[in-house]
């Protein structure tokens, strides 16, 4: 079956480590994409990429890093940077194509808990 | 850049009633409108979506409309059941430039049986 899969679906950790969050793709979709989802605050665009070897930035950008090496993987780091990390964290993709824009699908989401 | 709102933030329904979420955005570039549901624990599933040169479009029970003027969309959902019960997210997006959606910040719809 064509999907998106985030894994883990729980993740725990300790202040001050670095942890990464994987997000794969069979849809052969260009476009990929993070949102942080936090209560009451809706989704908000952290990192999202067009196409292979190029990204951008989002409006939460800081203290997290991504990369995308190849199409169908666009895996997120959270860093320790990143002052407040415990949400609910969704990736989703999309054709990306033309000018149109078309459906994005999404993970069924990892919950990540600084403890 | 875009600003979607959301309003309400929580509805509450009997069962057979209809529901309408409003959302409203800033930018009047945007041109593609979707809807997401999303029940606990899971990503959220497009139910509708709209385009900038339609005023209306249906799905069965769901119906999202369009005011370009007055940059805000509403969907409405007719003859609710308790499985409508869920957060829903408007958002917007533009077809140029940066093509990443903007989401509002949802609404918990409850049905009351």
């Known amino acids: 079956d064509g999907g998106i899969t985030q894994s883990p679906k729980y993740l725990f950790r300790k202040e001050g480590q670095n942890v990464t969050l994987s997000c794969e793709q069979n849809?052969?979709?260009?476009?990929m994409y993070w949102y942080r989802q936090d209560p009451g605050q809706g989704l908000r665009l952290i990192y999202y990429?067009?196409?292979?070897?190029?990204?951008q930035k989002g409006d939460i950008a800081e203290g997290y890093s991504v990369s995308r090496e190849k199409k169908e993987s666009f895996p997120l780091t959270v860093t320790s940077a990143q002052k407040n990390p415990t949400a609910f964290y969704l990736c989703?993709?999309?054709?990306?194509?033309?000018?149109?824009?078309?459906?994005?699908?999404f993970g069924q989401g990892t919950r990540l808990t600084v403890v | 850049g875009e600003n979607v709102e959301q309003h309400p933030s929580t509805l509450s329904v009997q069962e057979g009633d209809s529901a309408v979420i409003k959302c409203t955005y800033s930018?009047?570039?945007?041109?593609?409108f979707p809807w997401y549901k999303q029940e606990l624990g899971k990503g959220p599933q497009l139910i509708i979506d709209?385009?900038?040169?339609?005023g209306e479009k249906k799905d069965q029970r769901i119906a999202v409309t369009l005011n370009k003027t007055a940059k805000h969309f509403s969907l409405h959902i007719t003859e609710t059941q308790p499985e409508d019960s869920a957060v829903y997210f408007c958002?917007?997006?533009?077809?140029?430039?940066?093509?990443?959606?903007?989401f509002g910040s949802g609404t918990r719809l409850q049905v009351q049986p």
């Open positions: 989703a993709s999309s054709i990306g194509t033309g000018t149109m824009n078309t459906e994005a699908f």
């Open positions: 990429s067009q196409i292979v070897n190029d990204f």
């Open positions: 958002a917007a997006s533009i077809g140029t430039g940066r093509r990443a959606l903007t």
């Open positions: 709209i385009r900038s040169n339609v």
């Open positions: 849809l052969n979709h260009d476009a």
């Open positions: 930018d009047s570039a945007s041109n593609y």
